[in-house]
């Protein structure tokens, strides 16, 4: 069971910091910046510096494990709606499902979390690489209703290619949860196989907070 114990530790660690306009929370050309913290729930999912076709990202593999790593901030996410990220994946985890607690694993996944302080309200969206969701879809996750999952790849048709995203987080959460959504308390990443008992691995590319009006893309 991730999504619950995950969320919370989100909101109870580091102190936050605070963004200003479109910026650079991580470009991994050095690995994981002194920011990130790790938090395992079995095993340990390995991340690690990389360069896959001349591109600086952070390689995570994973075995039979869960582990992520998690960056404490706050801001405004009707101020800086829009998250961009990028990750090119190598394979599916083949029993993976979103729709079952046993396939509640992803070969990369970017979480958005929205604290409360009631920490059973604490609420976050999950963009994923999907194996059986299709592209566009969101469900709740299999053991939180709290969490939602959005398929922002699905299936192996872009396995092995670089695949960017601009999502609009606001819009999600009101698209999502069905009302306005508090301040952002962090932005985590994890490569997962626990439930599946499978391998997968992924790189993670820059990720960035931005308060661009331009058309935010994904399904």
């Known amino acids: 069971m991730k999504p619950i ?3 919370v530790a989100l909101i ?3 102190p936050a910091a605070c963004l200003g306009a479109d910026r650079l929370i991580d470009d991994f050309s050095h690995g994981a910046g002194p920011a ?3 938090k395992s729930f079995q095993g340990e999912t390995r991340y690690f510096p990389a360069v896959v076709d001349n591109v600086p990202c952070l390689k995570a593999v994973a075995d039979d494990s869960a582990s992520g790593l998690f960056y404490k901030i706050e801001y405004d996410p009707a101020a800086e709606p829009i998250l961009s990220w990028s990750w090119i994946v190598d394979n599916l985890v083949s029993r993976g499902d ?3 607690k046993a396939g509640d694993d992803y070969p990369a996944r ?3 979390v929205f604290p409360s302080l009631l920490f059973w309200r604490t ?3 999950n963009y994923v690489w999907a194996n059986r969701l299709p592209v566009g879809q969101a469900i709740p996750n299999s053991f939180t209703a709290n969490a939602m999952m959005v398929a922002v ?3 192996p048709a872009h396995l092995g290619q670089w695949r960017s995203y601009r999502r609009n987080i606001y819009d999600d959460f009101r698209r999502y949860f069905g009302d306005e959504p508090p301040e952002v308390g962090a932005i985590a990443i994890m490569t997962d196989t626990d439930n599946t008992g499978e391998k997968a691995s992924a790189c993670y590319g820059p990720i960035r907070v931005e308060t661009s009006d331009q058309a935010a893309t994904g399904p």
């Open 123 to 125: 609420r976050a969206l």
């Open 153 to 155: 790849e699905s299936g």
């Open 36 to 38: 990130w913290e790790s």
């Open 110 to 112: 970017i979480y958005v």
């Open 98 to 100: 979103a729709r079952t």
């Open 5 to 7: 114990p995950f969320i």
């Open 12 to 14: 109870v660690s580091l």
